[in-house]
């Protein structure tokens, strides 16, 4: 799949630069996911609105000198020349430990929940999680919630934070195609839409919904849904609610021209899917919690910051 690489840039900093060009072994063909880039820059742009600590992105541009002086990114990575995207190289990543406990579920080990919840329970920004819950939500990241390595943590002066990673898989996937507008359509009937979405979430956690994967199951010690009054939902919805057809417009600036395959009706697009999936989030949360995705769930319907017209 998708194997970044880290280089340096013209300024002297260190970058993970993604391709989309990508190896996919399960049909052991190179495919271009060509929404990607796009993609990641959104949500991006989305973690920055949600002030969700996420690394820091540019879009990189890849020249033919550095292809020539660099010729494995050619040949055997597969990179061209233009712009891509890039993350900022984070310091101190806990890596060691991370690998560890992902070796002990390839050893399928039955005791590795216990790990995962110590490995996230001393985390500095815990109002994230939330948050990243509600994100993934209105973006149908779903590849998170079974996947280990799309979350990572790194000390920052003495204190360890969660960061987001990886999001161009977001939107049914990194490519434009008919699943994204069937997507749209799908909305349109709200009780059925709802219904999918949980479904998904099942498919993708690979368990049933008593949780959302076995990385929100350590994740979950840091919901509080206790309080159906105050809980720790209530000011990410409020924010996702709030999003409108400006705060669109402006995550879109800056995005080059060549990564779209057809720029006007992709930006509609996200633009459609993220003003009706905003509309869901606070039912989909609730229904997560009346299936017991959050342990600390006591009953009752969960209450909003702001009493809405009309219903899903």
Known sequence: MSKPIQVIGSDGNTYILKNQNVYD?????WVFWDSMFI???LVYNICKYLDIKVPNCVIANIDQAFIENAPA????????????????????????????????IQMGKPYIKTPWKKFFQRIHNTDDIAKII???????NFDRFGNEGNLMIAKENGKRYVYAIDHGHCFNGPSWDINKRQELLNMANPKSYVQKVLSDLHTYSGAPLSGLGVMFKALDQHIDVSNPSDHSFMDVVKKIENINTSIIDGWFNNIPGEWYVDKINQISFYKQYILKKKEFIRVLINQLA??????SYTGGELEWRESRTGTL
């Open 290 to 295: 009346m299936n017991r995705a959050f342990e």
């Open 39 to 41: 993609q990641e820059v």
């Open 134 to 140: 509600a994100l993934d939500l209105l973006t149908a």
């Open 25 to 29: 072994p399960r049909i052991q063909k």
């Open 73 to 104: 990114l050619k040949f055997e990575h597969r990179y061209s020349v233009g712009f891509h995207f890039a993350s900022g190289f984070i310091e101190n990543i806990e890596d060691n430990i991370l690998n560890g406990y992902r070796m002990l």
